[in-house]
């Protein structure tokens, strides 16, 4: 099931809202797994059961940890765990691929059924594994409860495209939270900017860049407007999902961490990893780069470990050799960065630092779209680079504009943290607390808005999945 | 602060139930904006529960069911044309003067485009051989796009696409062969430069050619058909009496009617009665009602078999036989050929299922003329589109 449709919408969520608030609270955590399954098992039931085995296995492994004081017998159960995960992940997500290589290396017919993709297999297993990992490390304390671990894992808002949430940022929660009004009433804010944001926005800027993606044969005008479009579309997609997931976790008294900080915003390549996907960076940062010894090791060891988290970081969006790419491009530029573009980026205007990074960012995007053949990609980047346009490009571009302009100007205006101003700034100024209200309601009666104007574009839309449903 | 924040969640939350509640509640079948069959919500069946394709059909459902379906596609419609000034909007681009167009086509690979209409000109000439073989005269009449020969309407953005009709009608000309007589109806249907909307040849809301308009094509269709038969009858505007209507045109009503639009031509009948009698149904081939499908022929039907005689019930044999081949381009053409032939069966193969092709037919009913019309709106041609309309899909 997808946020964004009418049936999530206008059926599931005042259905799960209406029993959630009306039942008992010790029945709301079954009432929230009990949906969250139906949510996930929606789009394919044949997988719920997979996700359900992948998390119980995770649960024994973390009672087995926890029930031994023998270091090498928690070392065992903890990396069986691990390659348990990683082994699903990797047959699911990169059998076919592998296939496909090793027929296309060494000219062999090896023949494999076309593997299906999980929904957000990437993500769940990500979340399962730290938590294993986690009482392994004595970080948090085990989970006796099946069915809590189940809901930490399976809580609909996150499970299928994020953000990662740690067992620690829930833990309590899980347990014992209290349903306080504020929270719902901030929850439904960020769902319906959230909500906003997929349907105008990225849907809009979306259709325009698969229009010039799809183009046999683009020039640098085309090109240039199709990567920028994407670069908004990604942006808009991936933290609209984020938004909606915060959103409905804190309706539901769940408190997850931030996954976005205006990214597009950022000083540098490093910056902006800062910025994006931060639950992702994180994972990795505190699963395997610190694990590797991390900075601390010298600056040889430094780069290959960063080099380790970047290739992985590209394999884990998917099993396309663009993917592997894009990771090492980041590689590249986060370890010039480090070596000596940092230091000539301090002392430039703030102007071209912005420029840098958006550059290095959205051609990085390109990358990350051409999942359909490198060909494709060097095409595409050629195109960009070249500085050639054809007669009818800009007559093509002017067409697109007319249609999709509108949304590019608004993804560029809503890339930078104008609405975090506003509130802050109309938070400081109004001291009387009937203008605080008045302000407060003004702002509640534009969210209705921007969500009854969303509806009217959802209803005029076709399926639009989230993009990294398919990770 | 509180009850303001419970007021909001209390809106949010009535709001999504309300609609919930009488989406479930809908029972929709067709959606007139969008031209469509609605999906309807299956019967309950818990043994399903775990089959996607239920889930999915439920899922269609409620959002083909969504409660003010219509009345919110006019709202969003509205919002986009006449708040944000939109001038593209879904499928539709808004010109000067109300004037109504399909979006653009654009092409990026001339080499293909080039091959796909030589692929084109292929099959019409391999089955226009098999017409003239029959003994009748196979006319290939190409209608353009509204864009192209309306062009001096269309809004700033818009591509102009005379170059890539220009050059799809000078390929097709130097592949076909001789069996087949061609008719580009550009020359035809453009109106002098300057021309006002209101002289234009296509209805300013829709894509189809308008009665003044096909009337230019039937004289010049009528034009070949006298070099065989000279006595045959040809219809003036003059034979007409004609009414002015606002016209429910598929543009406008993509657009959920945001564009007001002018009253034009729509509704026609013929000054002295005609005496024909229409095997397939019973009827008018000129009609009442405010959109070009009913004001000519009734309807897209898959076969449309009408027989003119002097009484009402006998054909005058010294009159030629035509058989038609197209979509709703040819609703109006058809309604004027009754009045100039014997029998006029008129196919269309977006419903005709037979499986039998143009040939079959011309071999079994023995026409004099055959009349090839492989046009859409949404493209300047179609591969797809040129083997359907002859029956070979």
New interface residues.
């Given amino acids: 099931m997808v946020f964004s449709s009418a049936i999530f919408v206008f059926g599931f969520l005042p259905l799960l809202l209406g029993l959630y608030f009306l039942a008992a609270p010790k029945c709301r955590n079954y009432i929230l797994l009990a949906f969250s399954l139906v949510f996930y098992g929606w789009g394919g039931p044949a997988y719920l059961i997979l996700m359900v085995a992948v998390v119980m296995g995770d649960y024994v492994f973390a009672l087995l940890i926890s029930m031994t004081e023998r270091e090498r017998l928690r070392k065992l159960w903890v990396v069986l765990a691990v390659l348990g995960n990683l082994g699903c992940l990797g047959y699911y997500k990169y059998t076919n691929f592998l296939v496909e290589n090793i027929n296309g290396i060494f000219g062999t017919s090896i023949q494999v059924a076309k593997i299906l993709l999980p929904i957000g297999i990437s993500f769940f297993t990500f979340q399962a594994m730290s938590y294993v990992i986690d009482v392994y490390r004595r970080d948090v304390a085990v989970q006796k409860n099946p069915f809590y671990v189940m809901l930490y894992v399976a809580l609909f808002p996150q499970l299928v495209a994020g953000p990662i949430v740690r067992y620690k940022t829930v833990e309590e929660e899980i347990i014992s939270r209290k349903i306080r009004v504020d929270d719902v009433a901030d929850g439904l804010e960020r769902f319906i900017i959230g909500f906003g944001k997929k349907i105008i926005i990225a849907n809009n800027t979306g259709a325009m860049a698969d229009l010039i993606f799809a183009m046999p044969a683009v020039d640098a005008p085309l090109a240039w407007a199709g990567a920028i479009a994407y670069t908004l579309q990604i942006y808009f997609d991936f933290s609209a999902y984020s938004d909606m997931a915060i959103g409905l976790g804190r309706i539901f008294g769940f408190h997850f961490d931030e996954n976005f900080n205006f990214p597009y915003v950022s000083r540098s390549v490093g910056d902006f990893w800062r910025r994006w996907h931060i639950s992702l960076t994180t994972w990795f940062r505190d699963y395997v780069y610190i694990p590797l010894g991390g900075n601390r090791k010298g600056q040889p060891r430094m780069y290959f470990n960063m080099f380790v988290i970047w290739a992985l970081t590209g394999i884990w969006h998917g099993a396309e050799w663009n993917f592997i790419l894009w990771g090492l491009y980041y590689f590249i530029f986060q370890g010039a960065e480090k070596l000596f573009l940092g230091r000539i980026l301090e002392r430039i205007p703030r102007l071209f630092q912005h420029a840098y990074t958006l550059l290095v960012v959205t051609f990085g995007w390109v990358i990350f779209r051409c999942d359909d053949g490198l060909g494709h990609l060097a095409r595409y980047g050629k195109a960009m680079f070249s500085f050639q346009a054809r007669d009818r490009s800009m007559e093509i571009l002017s067409g697109y504009l007319a249609k999709y302009g509108i949304y590019l100007v608004l993804g560029i205006i809503l890339s930078i943290p104008i609405y975090r101003h506003v509130k802050g700034f109309l938070a400081g100024r109004l001291e009387h607390p009937a203008a605080r209200t008045l302000a407060a309601g003004c702002g509640y009666l534009a969210l209705l808005a921007v969500f009854y104007v969303s509806v009217l574009y959802l209803v005029n839309s076709t399926y639009n999945p989230f993009i990294y449903f398919r990770f | 602060?509180?009850y303001?924040?419970?007021?909001?969640?209390a809106?949010?939350?009535c709001?999504?139930?309300f609609?919930?509640l009488s989406?479930?509640a809908g029972r929709n079948d067709w959606s007139p904006t969008e031209g469509r069959t609605l999906n309807q919500f299956p019967g309950l069946a818990y043994s399903r529960?775990?089959?996607?394709a239920y889930?999915n059909k439920?899922?269609n459902a409620?959002?083909d069911q969504?409660?003010g379906?219509e009345r919110?596609?006019a709202?969003?419609?509205d919002?986009m044309v006449n708040v944000?000034g939109?001038?593209?909007?879904?499928s539709v681009a808004v010109g000067k003067e109300k004037q109504l167009y399909q979006e653009?086509e654009?092409i990026?690979?001339e080499k293909?485009y080039e091959r796909e209409v030589i692929r084109c000109a292929e099959i019409v000439n391999r089955e226009a051989a098999k017409v003239v073989k029959s003994g009748a005269r196979f006319i290939y009449i190409n209608y353009p796009r509204k864009d192209v020969a309306v062009n001096e309407f269309l809004?700033?953005?818009?591509?102009?696409s005379r170059k890539d009709y220009e050059k799809y009608i000078s390929i097709m000309k130097s592949h076909l062969s001789e069996d087949v007589t061609f008719i580009d109806a550009y020359d035809i249907l453009k109106t002098p430069k300057g021309s006002s909307a209101s002289e234009q040849r296509y209805y300013s809301n829709d894509h189809h050619v308008n009665f003044q308009g096909q009337m230019l094509i039937y004289q010049k269709l009528m034009s070949l058909v006298q070099e065989e038969f000279p006595d045959v009858r040809v219809c003036q505007l003059s034979d007409f009496h004609m009414e002015e209507s606002v016209v429910n045109g598929s543009f406008n009503r993509r657009l959920g009617y945001a564009v007001s639009s002018r009253e034009e031509v729509l509704q026609v009948q013929p000054k002295e009665p005609w005496n024909y009698v229409r095997k397939d149904r019973k009827t008018a081939i000129f009609g009442r009602g405010k959109d070009y499908a009913r004001a000519f022929m009734g309807g897209d039907f898959a076969n449309t078999v009408v027989v003119a005689s002097k009484d009402g019930k006998k054909g005058n044999s010294a009159l030629p036989k035509i058989f038609i081949s197209g979509s709703s381009y040819t609703n109006s053409l058809e309604a004027l050929c009754v009045g100039s032939f014997r029998s006029m069966h008129s196919v269309d193969y977006r419903s005709n299922k037979s499986g039998k092709t143009v040939a079959d037919y011309v071999e079994k009913e023995k026409p004099d003329y055959v009349v090839y019309i492989p046009n859409q709106s949404d493209r300047h041609f179609s591969y797809e589109m040129f083997q359907l309309h002859l029956g070979l899909k």
């Fill in positions: 602060m509180r303001m924040k419970s007021a909001f969640v809106c949010f939350v709001f999504i139930a609609v919930g989406t479930i529960l775990g089959d996607v889930l439920i899922t409620f959002s969504i409660s379906r919110k596609i709202l969003y419609n919002m944000l939109q001038k593209w909007v879904g653009p654009v990026t690979d293909a809004p700033d953005f818009y591509l102009d």
